[in-house]
């Protein structure tokens, strides 16, 4: 089959593409087996809008109850589409209890289950009929099968299969995190995309938290440099990693938002080196080389004695001259940033080889660590001098070789933080990538941040990683189950829906916390998983009336208790009540007290 052509293929990161076209290949024909394994995981752990929408509206994959379920569980589906999903996935909960519930009970729940029917849109529901036959009665060993919906054509339209629809339902204002977890949360990730978010933070803490990370790489912050703000440039200028980066400087210079004292005074600089590198050729000259030595700030001295040890060793009695006539001058000194070596002047491989084993300065680490020969790089492995920081800041680059040699380093492969960050590592082989995962030990932190990182290349590393997760979370106590869910933000519950929201007697403990974060509250509500006495418990909650979101949730969750919901819709003002009358998704019994 040729390849599909689409022109949104080339707006997906290179992961979604192959996903895109493995999904291309087998959807006209039947799946196997191990293919609807693969559409299940991918549904499961997929954060692309369009893939996820073509799954949903290819029909012989959503009457596997294990694709519905895992699409319905996924919150990077498009809003619309999960809602729906979620009413099905609703309608097989409310059959099962039907079949469990006593006689007096039967016939209320047998007309929800009809409501709900009624609410589904008309591709879903043959879907829905053809999951209920299943249920009822299964396939017997005679070799009849049921009837499976017809294979769609292999000339199709992607560009209109995988395109989202439309929000209907009311939209939220996200949970905010609060400054002191963002800061933390920004100093200890590896993954580069939220740093671009943590810088983009209106905190200052956060922001620096970000610039402090050892992961941050320079193409990222410059990326962000771009739109950014006076606060992010001085704050970036402050720090000594950056401020001798002549990309970055350049950046800051460049700036339309670069405050106006910052841009004189790296403005001087800049011309100050231009003249200097092409030396004294008149009088005229050496008078303005004077004039702007006299006007340099004394913050801007470090950088140009970083210059001069570089590109001209000469001058650094010039420059020493003129910053000693600055500090004579001024009575109430500015202490500015402190010297940075030099990284010399490479020009052999030998010259490089020696400075890898003997420099003990930070930045001549991490030259030789970046060294083009990876001869320099093995030496500076051994170099003692080394950290685990400086090493967490170069493996994001890292090519396929180097990532494989650190992973089998006697020394290194013992940090746990290395072997973290390695995973991170695009090039790395699938078998290290897993044999490093199962040697890891820790809080399901690392494992989240496995599955949450779209750049892993490896499907089976995240299988892994779920699998370890779920394997994890059996063998913990329930305490440590509450401390586990509470770290994650509940995000765990989006992996492990099916472990967590059957473990009714941890969610009740859960849900009986006061002082629980609002954004687990919203995800039990949102879920049409999680059990009738968990969302009743909710419906109680201390928080309730603080975060409308979790008002909504609940109203719109057709399992939801009816006395629950009855007191929470007598609790919204008319604005919102009819704000909520506009979605498809509310039960029947809200719209007749409506009426």
């Not at 509206?57 to 589906?77: C, D, F, K, Q």
């Not at 039967?106 to 299943?134: C, F, G, H, M």
């Not at 922001?207 to 992961?215: D, G, Q, Y």
């Amino acid at each position: 089959m040729a390849e599909p052509e689409a022109p949104f293929v080339l707006s997906l990161p290179e992961p979604d593409r192959i996903h895109f076209r493995n999904l291309a290949l087998i959807r006209p024909q039947m799946p196997s087996e191990r293919q609807l394994e693969l559409i299940e995981s991918l549904s499961r752990n997929l954060s692309s809008a369009r893939l996820l929408t073509l799954i949903a509206r290819t029909p012989h994959w959503l009457v596997h109850a294990p694709v519905l379920h895992a699409l319905a569980g996924n919150e990077s589906t498009p809003e619309p589409i999960r809602r729906d999903l979620e009413m099905a996935v609703s309608l097989f909960d409310l059959m099962r209890e039907m079949e469990r519930a006593p006689e007096g009970v039967k016939t209320e729940r047998a007309e929800s289950i009809k409501a709900i029917y009624q609410d589904l849109p008309p591709d879903l529901k043959p879907i829905v009929k053809q999951l209920a036959k299943q249920l009822a009665k299964s396939v017997n060993a005679s070799g009849t099968t049921l009837e499976m919906p017809p294979l769609p054509p292999a000339d199709a339209d992607w560009e209109a299969l995988t395109l989202p629809p439309q929000g209907r339902g009311p939209a939220h204002l996200p949970y905010r995190v609060p400054k002191q977890d963002r800061a933390t949360a920004a100093e200890a990730t590896l993954i580069q995309e939220d740093l671009g978010k943590y810088l983009a933070d209106e905190e200052s803490d956060v922001r620096s938290a970000a610039l402090r990370n050892p992961a941050l790489s320079e193409e990222i912050l410059l990326a962000r440099l771009a739109g950014a703000d006076g606060d992010l440039l001085e704050e970036v200028y402050q720090e000594a990693r950056w401020y001798f980066k002549d990309a970055v400087r350049e950046a800051l210079w460049e700036s339309p938002w670069c405050p106006g004292p910052m841009g004189r005074k790296m403005g001087g600089t800049r011309d100050l080196v231009a003249l200097l590198e092409r030396g004294g050729q008149n009088r005229r000259h050496l008078h303005r080389i004077v004039s702007l030595f006299s006007q340099t700030e004394e913050s801007e001295y470090q950088y140009l004695t970083f210059w001069a040890k570089r590109r001209a060793p000469a001058m650094l009695r010039v420059i020493k001259v003129f910053f000693d006539r600055l500090q004579r001058r001024r009575t109430n000194q500015a202490s500015g940033l402190s010297s940075m070596p030099s990284e010399g002047r490479w020009v052999s491989l030998e010259e490089r080889v020696f400075m890898a084993n003997q420099a003990t300065q930070p930045d001549q680490i991490l030259a030789a660590l970046r060294d083009p020969d990876p001869q320099v790089f093995a030496v500076a492995l051994e170099n003692p001098g080394l950290t685990a920081r400086e090493l967490i800041a170069v493996i994001p680059q890292m090519d396929g070789i180097r990532a494989e040699r650190l992973a089998f380093s006697r020394t290194w492969s013992a940090y746990p933080s290395v072997r973290e960050a390695l995973l991170h590592n695009v090039n790395l082989g699938e078998d290290t990538a897993l044999g490093l995962l199962r040697s890891l030990e820790g809080p399901p932190r690392v494992l989240l941040e496995v599955l949450r990182d779209q750049r892993v290349p490896h499907l089976s590393v995240k299988k892994a990683a779920l699998d370890m997760l779920r394997a994890g979370y059996e063998q913990m106590t329930i305490p440590q189950r509450i401390v586990a869910l509470r770290g994650s933000g509940g995000e765990l519950m989006r992996h492990l829906p099916a472990e967590i929201l059957k473990d009714e007697d941890t969610l009740r403990l859960l849900v009986a916390d006061r002082q629980l974060d609002p954004t687990i509250l919203l995800r039990l509500a949102r879920n049409k998983l999680t059990p009738r006495p968990i969302l009743e418990l909710i419906a109680g909650h201390a928080a309730l009336m603080a975060h409308p979101a979790v008002m909504t949730e609940l109203l719109l969750n057709p399992k939801t208790p009816r006395e629950a919901s009855t007191r929470i819709w007598a609790l919204l003002s008319d604005s919102e009540q009819q704000h909520l009358l506009r979605s498809p998704h509310l039960p029947m019994a809200l719209r007749a007290l409506a009426d």
